[in-house]
T-cell receptor
Framework: SQELEQSPQSLIVQEGKNLTINCTSS?????LYWYKQKYGEGLIFLMM?????EEKSHEKITAKLDEKKQQSSLHITASQPSHAGIYLC?????????FGKGTLLTVNP | DTGVSQDPRHKITKRGQNVTFRCDPI?????LYWYRQTLGQGPEFLTY????????KSRLLSDRFSAERPKGSFSTLEIQRTEQGDSAMYLC?????????????FGPGTRLTVL
């Protein structure tokens, strides 16, 4: 089974709508990373969460970490077409990252 | 800071040929990583360098794969006798030790197609 499960697998929203992407780990989370990837390109670092209850924001994107549930959520407020892409969560352990399969976000204008 | 760069961006080769990819990390970063990503999957860890030392290799890295980082700067990933199953995006990332987060910054990737 996958070490990191992301949900939903894909999401289509209308521009201006809010949305949430979830990431659940089967192992203890020492560090949880969120990246964004445009199709066929590299990963862009968004945020890193380390402590339970930690919440970080960057522009209209907010990420939270629930250490006890071994879960993280990524919330986008008032989505824009520029938010479209694949969102990946990654668990840090011994210098390497283990990723989920990603969530494909489409934002319709 | 020009970011992580990778060359080439795309490579098409015939089965059985050897290919080599290059990665130039962010200049002050002493850690360098290689990942492989196939369609619909997240990146999978292949190997990791701290300076010039290769400290960890995934079991995904078969004997046909070799990675080097001479002088602790750029790195190369070579695949010998390529197979169709090697078709994937090869991603390089770098980070710096000593920071609390050890955030990895990724390059644009090299897309390999084996015919």
């Amino acid at each position: 089974s996958q070490e990191l499960e992301q949900s939903p697998q894909s999401l289509i929203v209308q521009e201006g709508k809010n949305l949430t992407i979830n990431c659940t780990s089967s192992k203890t989370l020492y560090g949880l990373y969120w990246y964004k990837q445009k199709y066929g390109e590299g990963l862009i670092f968004l945020m890193m969460l380390q402590k339970g209850g930690e919440e970080k924001s960057h522009e209209k994107i907010t990420a939270k970490l629930d250490e006890k549930k071994q879960q993280s959520s990524l919330h986008i407020t008032a989505s824009q077409p520029s938010h479209a892409g694949i969102y990946l969560c990654g668990r840090g352990s011994n210098y390497k990252l283990t990723f989920g399969k990603g969530t494909l976000l489409t934002v319709n204008p | 800071d020009t970011g992580v760069s990778q060359d080439p961006r795309h490579k098409i080769t015939k089965r059985g040929q050897n290919v080599t990819f290059r990665c130039d990390p962010i200049s002050e970063h002493n850690r360098l990583y290689w990942y492989r990503q196939t369609l619909g999957q997240g990146p999978e860890f292949l190997t990791y360098f701290q300076n010039e030392a290769q400290l960890e290799k995934s079991r995904l890295l078969s004997d046909r794969f070799s990675a080097e980082r001479p002088k602790g700067s750029f790195s190369t990933l070579e695949i010998q006798r390529t197979e169709q199953g090697d078709s994937a995006m090869y991603l390089c990332a770098s980070s710096t030790s000593g920071s609390s987060s050890d955030t990895q910054y990724f390059g644009p990737g090299t897309r390999l197609t084996v015919l």
